[in-house]
């Protein structure tokens, strides 16, 4: 198991509400990514954050955001949800500045939109 | 723009016998290229990766990948599979500038290992 924890587990939300999803890095690392994974598919780069600011962003449109805390955990925020959101969302931490560095996923949030 | 090509869905082996699961990039420059495994309702779990060197690549639970430029393919490989080895596989890849830390997976291997 990696040190990555993701809350909550399991979210069921209803088409045009608001959804906060939290993932805390493991010890040592200092960026977090996004990812998002809908069923029989990859996983798709949402975007990334390091020193509390977004590092790059994959395709995905303006009502997914996030943030980065000084301790290094993250959160993405999803307004106006829609059906094609339901997803599992990953999250992933690694060491901005050692480039050739892994990153360590969390067990992901499982969102469900109804 | 990098891409990852993963040509089969299903593979489908028998306990005992050596695996392959296929993977084929595209990206600007050299790569980093990645192996991640997926049991049901969990995360993904990091197996190995290629950064420089050596084209042959230990990783855990005895797989192995071998990074091939001219055929810009890294295959995954076991000399033996094991039941437990059934799960979801994914390749990724990253370009290797600085701050460009994104992974590009591919849609995913599964692999059934059949006793």
């Known amino acids: 198991e990696t040190g990555v924890t993701q809350s909550p587990t399991h979210l069921i939300k209803t088409r045009g509400q608001q959804v906060t999803l939290r993932c805390s890095s493991q010890?040592?690392?200092?960026?977090v990514s996004w990812y998002q994974q809908a069923l029989g598919q990859g996983p798709q780069f949402i975007f990334q954050?390091?020193?509390?600011?977004?590092?790059g962003r994959g395709n995905f449109p303006p009502r997914f955001s996030g943030l980065q805390f000084p301790n290094y955990s993250s959160e993405l925020n999803v307004n106006a949800l829609e059906l094609d959101d339901s997803a599992l969302y990953l999250c992933?931490?690694?060491?901005?500045?050692?480039?050739?560095?892994?990153?360590?996923f969390g067990p992901g949030t499982r969102l469900t939109v109804l | 723009a990098q891409s990852v090509a993963q040509p089969e869905d299903q593979v489908n082996v028998a306990e005992g016998n050596p695996l392959t699961v296929k993977c084929t990039y595209s990206v600007s420059g050299n790569p980093y290229l990645f192996w991640y495994v997926q049991y049901p309702n969990r995360g993904l779990q990091f197996l190995l990766k290629?950064?420089?060197?050596?084209?042959l690549v230990k990783g855990s639970y005895g797989f192995e990948a071998e990074f091939n430029k001219s055929q810009t393919s890294f295959h995954l490989k076991k000399p033996s599979a094991l039941v437990s080895d059934s799960a979801l596989y994914f390749c990724?890849?990253?370009?290797?500038?600085?701050?460009?830390?994104?992974?590009?997976f591919g849609t995913g291997t599964r692999l059934t290992i059949i006793p």
């Open positions: 290629y950064i420089t060197g050596d084209n």
């Open positions: 954050y390091y020193r509390e600011e977004e590092n």
């Open positions: 990724a890849v990253r370009a290797t500038n600085f701050g460009n830390e994104k992974l590009t």
């Open positions: 992933a931490s690694s060491r901005q500045g050692a480039s050739t560095d892994t990153q360590y």
């Open positions: 010890s040592g690392h200092n960026t």
